[in-house]
Structures are given as C-alpha cells and as structure tokens.
DNA sequence: TATTGTTATACTCTATAACTATA
DNA sequence: TATAGTTATAGAGTATAACAATA
C-alpha cells in the first residue's frame, strides 16, 4: 500500500519556509530588487498598464506599486503618459533604457535566477516547476 | 510534435512574480509574520536549535536570527538555556506557551494556509507542490 | 459618489558592521 | 584565531490613512 501523505499543515510549513529561503536566495544577488524587475519584465511582456492594472497583477495596494513606479521613473527605466480617454488614469510604459535593462540582462544571462534555473534543473523539472507556479497563484488567488 | 518549452527568462519571471504574490497574500492574513511562524514550526518538529542552526536552516544571517528570537522570546513563545557542553551556544526551545500557540492555530484550523491549501487543492496537486518545493530549495541552496 | 492616483507615515524583515565571550 | 552570539544601524518592501483630481 502507498505510503499516507503527510498532513497538509506540514506542507504549510514547508512551503512558508521555501518561500523564505528563496526569496532571501534572490535578494543577496547584486542587481534591480525583486519587485522592480517584476514590473518592468510585466511591462515589457504585456505592454503599458496603468498603476492600479500593474497592482492588481502583482496583488499589491495601488499605494505601493505607486511607490515602485517611483523608483522606476527615478531611475529613467519607465515613464508615465495621461491616459486620453481619462484624466485620472495614467498610462506607465518602458523608456528605451527600461527596454534595454531587461533584454540586455537576460542576453547577457547576468539574471542569476535564469542561469540557475538551467543549470540546476532539467527540462522536465522546469516543466513540473512551471506547473507548481499555476498552482502557487491559485493560493495567492484565494 | 510537441509544443517547445517557452524560454527560462520567461519562467524566471513568473517565479519572482508567483512568489512575490504568495508572500504578499500571506502576509495580509492576520497572525504572526512569516518568519515567526517558521521558527516556532520547525522547533515544533524537529526540535531545540541553536540560533546558529536555526539560522542556516532559514538561509538567514545569524543576527538577522537572533533578531527574530529577541521577538518571539518577548513574547513568550520560546526560552533559551546554555549549552551545557558550549558556554558560547544558547539553546532555543519551545515554552509550552509556544507549543500552545503552534498548535492550537493548527487544530482550530486558524492557519490560513493549510485550510486553503486543502480547498484549492486536491491530494495529486498538493503532492505535485510538494515535489515542487524540493526544486526550489535546490534553487535556493545553489 | 466612485475611481485613480499620490504623499506621509510606520512597521516588518533582513542585511552589514562592530562588539563580547567562549573555544 | 575561530566560533556563537549580540546590539546598533540602515535599507528594502509594503501597508494604512489622508488627501486631490477626475469620472
């Protein structure tokens, strides 16, 4: 007979304690943090979004992703339009450079995540991992 | 044929943004923080620890550990006792407090995270989870 | 009134640097 | 000297509250 599955409280913990080590694991390699790579990867994958869309995708208050577009405006990486069609919307697209900094790293394969990705698991394992994100988000959906 | 795997880049960015929207979600639940939780977990399972044990178990720097031991013995959960056999070790455990706490959130099913884990997924998928999170801390540990 | 967005502020999490004490 | 631990400090990331402008 098969072995029983352990409890889903220690699945509960192990993957609170995963989540820990790998977030920690991305944010000790040099280069942009996490939540501005994600925004300009998503801008430059999806196209322009406004502040609240880009929130909403990260599931994060518009106040914050406010502030990320900040940072990213500071750093001349995005820059914001008025949205015609609405006065109270503003539209945050890719500047060229924003362009740039993300195709360049991921040319350059300078993003340690992908290199790792690659190196340390095989096609399948990075299939069954891509099927596990599916999973991951309908919890963050929940 | 089959359909080719989409590239690794693409893959990356869907793990940062899963896994920044998993904490995210996580975080918002009332309770005590993430850390905490995985701290008083895994002395629930496996045990009294060192700070330093601990700490490398959670991929975290040392002091950034003994910050989250300050935490939780102010608030009750945990105890130190030297080492007996190493006057510079000090040894955490569990108050029965702590183990009260841990504990009770399990059986009245107040973590979030197990109840919608068992909602939103079925065994065959937390099992696939599971495996997932045997990749990622490899991904972790590289 | 409802929605979009911003600024001000505070809290959590974690790192580096500098130190003490024990081995 | 090396290891276990601590405190001080700083910075990233994100939340809530309060507000302005537009719909």
């Given at each position: 007979m098969a072995a029983p599955a352990p409890p889903t409280t220690h699945l509960a913990h192990e993957l609170r304690e995963t989540l820990g080590r790998v977030v920690r694991r991305l944010r000790a390699e040099p280069g942009p943090p996490i939540p501005l790579l994600s925004v300009i990867g998503l801008l430059d994958r999806e196209g322009p979004a406004s502040v609240s869309e880009l929130a909403a995708t990260q599931r994060m208050r518009p106040q914050s992703m406010a502030q990320t577009?900040?940072?990213?405006e500071a750093a001349g990486l995005v820059s914001r339009r008025p949205d015609p069609a609405d006065g109270r919307r503003a539209i945050v697209e890719l500047t060229p450079a924003g362009r740039t900094t993300?195709?360049?790293s991921r040319a350059a394969r300078e993003d340690w995540l992908s290199t790792t990705l690659d190196d340390q698991l095989d096609a399948g394992e990075?299939?069954?991992?891509?099927?596990?994100?599916?999973?991951?988000?309908?919890?963050?959906?929940?």
């Open positions: 577009v900040k940072e990213l993300i195709r360049d990075r299939a069954e991992l891509r099927r596990a994100l599916a999973l991951l988000d309908r919890i963050a959906g929940a």
